[in-house]
């Protein structure tokens, strides 16, 4: 069946550092692709999807493209803030519902 | 406008005992879903409706778990003889037609069973 495998955490990085969390699909066919953001306290957040191979989904500085052939949505972002510490879960849309990975913590210090 | 809510945000409850969690979906979304997400994991799928019909609860886990939703809106994940390892957040997310691509998620109820 559908999976996702994301980067365990926690990744600890500190303010205006690059990030990168890891994440691989395996997928019938060519699912939509998102990123989830659960900041402390409060509920999933949809951050950013790409609905087909080689878009780039963005938003709030936060970026990742649909690679088919690596079958992978790497989420990055060039300067954290410490308002960026949350859990990140990458998801693929398998038919009716959203298959997600097991999510990574990021944790940005100052 | 309002988002999805969730109640009760926490329920407590023996093991054995019969639970209730409601959701109300933002108000025009026609497709409903609950998920399951336990400690230290992403959210598991039980269960999807499309208005007041159930279109695919393959992810429900055995027959004590049991969703309703009678008018197409608010929706009534009940659950039987609960146990000890029902105790998790249990999400519920809605979307709009023709966009279920997108689901908006509401805050959750955390269920702990003693």
């Known amino acids: 069946g559908d999976s996702v495998t994301q980067m365990e955490g926690p990744v600890t990085l500190s303010e205006e550092a690059f990030l990168t969390i890891n994440c691989t699909y395996t997928?019938?066919?060519?699912?939509?692709l998102f990123w989830y953001v659960q900041y402390p306290g409060e509920g999933l957040q949809l951050l950013l999807k790409a609905t087909k191979a080689d878009d780039k989904g963005s938003n709030k500085g936060f970026e990742a493209t649909y690679r088919k052939e690596t079958t992978s949505f790497h989420l990055e972002k060039g300067s954290v803030q410490v308002s960026d510490s949350a859990v990140y879960f990458c998801a693929l849309k398998g038919g009716n519902k959203l298959v997600f990975g097991a999510g990574t913590i990021l944790r940005v210090k100052s | 406008g309002a988002g999805v809510s969730q109640t009760p945000s926490n329920k407590v409850t023996e093991k054995g005992k019969y639970v209730e969690l409601r959701c109300d979906p933002i108000s025009g979304h026609t497709a409903l879903y609950w998920y399951r997400q336990s400690l230290g994991q992403g959210p598991e799928f039980l269960i999807y409706?499309?208005?007041?019909?159930?279109?695919?609860d393959s992810g429900l886990p055995n027959d004590r778990f049991f969703a309703v939703r009678p008018e197409g809106s608010v929706s009534t994940l009940k659950i039987q003889r609960t146990e000890r390892g029902d105790s998790a957040v249990y999400l519920c997310?809605?979307?709009?037609?023709?966009?279920?691509?997108?689901?908006?998620f509401g805050p959750g109820t955390r269920l702990l069973v003693l």
């Open positions: 997928a019938t066919g060519y699912p939509s």
């Open positions: 409706f499309q208005g007041t019909g159930a279109a695919d």
């Open positions: 997310a809605s979307s709009r037609p023709g966009e279920r691509e997108t689901q908006y």
